[in-house]
């Protein structure tokens, strides 16, 4: 890949790597057979890409237990692994700008959030877990049993991790998976979603460079039904790291009972974000409309239910519509827009047919509501208010610029309805009552709750769902127990 200084980002420039990579090898699929990519600012297609097959998942799960079991990964001192995983994260910074562009023609996202956003924090996650390569330690262990016994524990890496990931921010949800799995020892096989395969393969390629000798990380771009189904049914693979919708998380769990794989699912969330009457308000609005809009909504965590005190409410509910009607929606190239389209054609025709519930369930539209009518997939940020418990907007899962507002009372009834949710992903809070802020943290059904801000992540912070949103954790040293598994030795020292 060459490095760049600096520049202004080209769409029409071709892409470099659309192939499988399979055991340090640029390869087409062994059935010849490749999808279109499509550009969805535009609707066009711009690039094909191999699409791996069962034979190809075949020849990476062999690779990649090649390089586990023999390879020199494994061993490779700590030190070493640590080294070449901080240099990973250096040359996706070097890189910034080519990766930048591709996951804006790739996503849609604006590419200063791809250039400046996106890329840094995949950096920043290869940076953080390269530390921890060295200090995956176990313990020493007093027993009470008689005689003299040396009891300790080693965390040991599980083996061939395979990694499937959507396509809302394909690379940096591809970097909490992969800097881990690789931190501890395993050897990966990514597989990106259909509709952002590209840098995932710049993320092997760069791989490669940084010293990660090749069937460490193995990238087969495919479709979910064959390539992510054969995954996860294959004997050869020991586990599955999944983000995506609950719906194929329970497809996962079913698929990966043959060897009773270890599952990692970081699945859907409607995550509740609460205003108090006592919060910053004007600090609430800017916050929540952030954590609602922020990627065109295509956030598991994203703030999608709104819950407002009654005195605030109208307040609140203004100044939010206002912030979503001044959002610049547009082509991810024009240095102007602040949120791009929806990641693919079928993404728009699902949230569309939420904006049409919306309206015939009886929730009021305070804004937006509609599709952008231009060539691409762009939805008007959008404001529902006055909605009910029962409605769909309200329950499920839209992953689009859109919010919906609820009115409260009182805290005991807000909890309960925040809690009142199939999912457990995420909360915020906006109070600026200390006790209110602690209280409410703790009754949150919910995996990470922000206080006074909204969709805050940060490498050491762990990351995911309780109840339907998931199993396990993301980031943080919580991580490693997910990709690491305990042996226990017990020595008998009267010998
Ligand atoms: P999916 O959960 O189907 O897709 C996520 C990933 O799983 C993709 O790589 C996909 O492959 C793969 N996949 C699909 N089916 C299987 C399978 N049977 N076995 C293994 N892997 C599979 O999400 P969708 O793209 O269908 O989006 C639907 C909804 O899911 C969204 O509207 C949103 O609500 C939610 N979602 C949540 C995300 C989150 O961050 N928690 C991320 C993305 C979606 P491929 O795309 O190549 O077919």
């Not at 719906?247 to 409607?270: F, H, P």
């Not at 912070?461 to 199993?471: A, I, L, V």
């Amino acid at each position: 890949m060459t490095t760049t200084a600096n520049h202004t980002p080209d769409p029409t420039k071709a892409i470099d790597r659309t192939r499988l990579l399979i055991h340090g090898e640029w390869v087409d699929a062994a059935d010849g057979a490749e999808f279109d990519v499509y550009n969805p600012s535009t609707g066009q297609v711009f690039t094909r890409v191999s699409e791996a097959g069962p034979e190809d998942v075949n020849r990476a799960v062999e690779s990649s237990r090649k390089a586990f079991e023999e390879g020199p990964w494994r061993n490779m001192t700590p030190l070493d692994r640590s080294a070449a995983l901080w240099r990973l994260g250096d040359l996706l910074l070097e890189n910034a700008d080519e990766i930048g562009r591709v996951e804006t023609l790739d996503q849609g996202q604006p590419f200063s959030i791809a250039r400046h956003g996106s890329v840094p924090s995949a950096a920043r996650m290869f940076h953080y877990m390269s530390g921890w390569a060295t200090k995956i330690e176990g313990n020493t262990i007093p027993i009470s049993a008689g005689g003299d016994f040396h009891v300790y524990t080693r965390r040991e890496p599980i083996g061939v991790v395979g990694c499937i990931v959507p396509w809302n921010f394909p690379l940096v949800i591809a970097a909490w998976k992969v800097a881990p799995a690789l931190a501890a020892g395993n050897t990966v096989i990514l597989k990106p979603a259909e509709q952002t395969p590209l840098t995932a393969l710049m993320l092997g390629e760069l791989a490669l460079e940084a010293g990660i000798p090749p069937g460490v990380l193995n990238v087969i771009p495919g479709f979910g039904g064959r390539t992510g189904q054969t995954m996860t049914e294959h004997m050869g693979i020991d586990k599955i790291s999944f983000t995506g919708s609950t719906t194929t998380g329970r497809r996962i769990v079913d698929a990966s009972k043959g060897n009773l794989k270890r599952l990692s699912l970081e699945l859907g969330g409607k995550s509740a974000n609460i205003i108090f009457p006592d919060a910053d308000i004007e600090a609430a609005i800017g916050g929540s409309a952030n954590g609602i809009f922020f990627n065109a909504g295509q956030a598991c965590a994203a703030g999608s239910r709104l819950y407002v005190h009654e005195n605030v409410y109208d307040e609140v509910v203004a100044g939010i519509a206002e912030v979503a009607k001044n959002i610049k929606v547009g082509d991810g190239f024009d240095p102007t827009s602040e949120i791009g389209p929806l990641a693919s054609a079928q993404h728009l025709d699902r949230v569309t047919g939420y904006l049409q519930s919306g309206v015939s369930e009886g929730a009021r539209t305070v804004t937006g509501g509609t599709q952008i009518d231009t060539q691409g997939y762009y939805v008007a940020p959008t404001v529902f208010a006055d909605a009910r418990e029962d409605q769909k907007i309200v329950q499920e899962e839209i992953f689009g610029p859109v919010v919906v507002a609820l009115k409260f009372t009182d805290t005991e009834e807000v909890v309960r309805a925040a809690n009142r949710s199939a999912y457990g992903l995420a909360g915020g809070i906006w109070t600026k009552n200390i006790s209110t802020a602690h209280k409410v943290a703790a009754q949150f059904q919910a995996g990470s709750v922000w206080v006074n801000c909204y969709q805050v992540f940060d490498p050491a912070m762990p990351f995911g769902g309780y109840k339907e949103s998931g199993w396990g954790r993301e980031m943080g040293h919580e991580v490693f127990n997910d990709y690491t598994q305990v042996k226990t030795v017990c020595v008998n020292l009267d010998t």
